[in-house]
């Protein structure tokens, strides 16, 4: 059984794809309760049994499991530990200590996970409801929110005043480099995901291609392109990221076709992601004037081929009319771009 007083509140499970929000929520928690995060407790681990410390975090050391959970949890060596302390402290407890967090719909949760109230659809409620969710789980299980004292305020203040000069030593040095590395991994994980995900498609048809400057992918019906445009301060440089009514000329194929005149696809929405650092997550990307949370660029990623196939959706609803009444292209010397 748990110990009446395990050295943590929470223990969080996750892929290392989904390590910046696992640091995002033991940031935010941690003004309150303990959290077991690896990559934060590497150093504590490494007197130890590793392995068996490690393996404790969740059986018996934590009042609360947090799974973060995707396709290919269990998979990965760290989870695979973590899914086997899980199952071995259901046999003794049950389910109660267990939050199942889906962050990608798509993804289907393991045979053993029972269909009750321990799930969390994450793409529904947010982080912040998330992290209430966590908080009121943990109270029921034993757990004690803490009151910051003068010390404990002063103590994170110094932490935050130094972490926010660390942040603006690395943009002001590293950040013109780091924003054209973290363009260039943007497009190589849409290529990746591309390819993966075509594999699984039988009815939509997904394209992609760059000249250097753009990034366009389309379906046969819709497109999406993107640029990054650099500037100073470095946080002023951004993704740009447009979304069409109609499939565009790939780039490889400019010179050689273009739209009937009056049937160019039209830009029917824009959004701008701005480049940043956060200590959580490291590079990253915001989009001004909005609610959202910081995206890696893994997460950038996902967004930017979610917001394609929600486009396609909708072309097909009938919910996007396409410009110009075929739609065909013809053969001719330029073509048209955004």
Request: net charge positive; hydrophobic share 35%; proline share 5%.
């Amino acid at each position: 059984m748990t110990p009446n007083n395990p050295q943590y509140d929470v223990a969080l499970s996750f892929l290392s794809r989904d390590v910046g929000l696992a640091l995002q929520i033991q940031t935010k928690l941690s003004e309150s309760m303990k959290v077991f995060v690896y990559s934060k407790r590497q150093k504590e681990l490494a007197g130890t049994d590793g392995l068996e410390s490690f393996r404790e975090a969740f059986l018996t050391n934590s009042r609360l499991a947090v799974v973060l959970y995707r396709d290919g949890w269990g998979q990965t060596p760290w989870t695979r530990i973590e899914e086997g302390a899980i199952k071995d402290r259901f046999l003794k407890e049950g389910w109660a200590w267990l939050l199942f967090v889906m962050l990608d719909e798509a993804s289907t949760p393991p045979v053993w996970l029972p269909k009750s109230q321990i799930r969390l659809n994450f793409a529904a409620y947010g982080l912040e409801q998330l992290l209430g969710a966590i908080k009121m789980r943990a109270q029921k299980l034993g757990s004690t929110l803490k009151k910051e004292t003068a010390f404990d305020r002063a103590k994170r203040l110094d932490q935050e005043s130094r972490a926010r000069a660390e942040r603006q030593r690395l943009l002001s040095e590293k950040g013109a480099t780091a924003v054209r590395q973290e363009h260039q991994e943007l497009q190589r994980l849409l290529d990746s995901k591309i390819q993966e995900t075509s594999q699984n498609l039988a009815s939509v048809k997904l394209e992609q291609g760059s000249d250097g400057h753009e990034y366009l992918l389309r379906t046969q019906h819709v497109s999406v392109n993107f640029y990054l445009y650099i500037t100073s301060p470095v946080t002023d440089s951004r993704i740009v990221l447009q979304e069409f009514n109609g499939p565009l000329i790939l780039p490889k194929d400019r010179g050689r076709r273009m739209f009937v005149p009056g049937e160019e696809p039209q830009v029917i929405s824009k959004k701008e992601f701005h480049f940043d650092y956060q200590p959580s997550l490291g590079w990253c990307w915001k989009q001004p004037g909005t609610a959202d949370d910081f995206l890696t660029t893994f997460q950038l990623a996902e967004y930017v081929l979610k917001i394609l196939l929600e486009l396609h959706d909708r072309f097909e609803n009938g919910k996007i009319p396409q410009r110009g009444p075929s739609g065909h292209t013809i053969s001719g010397p330029n073509s048209w771009m955004a």
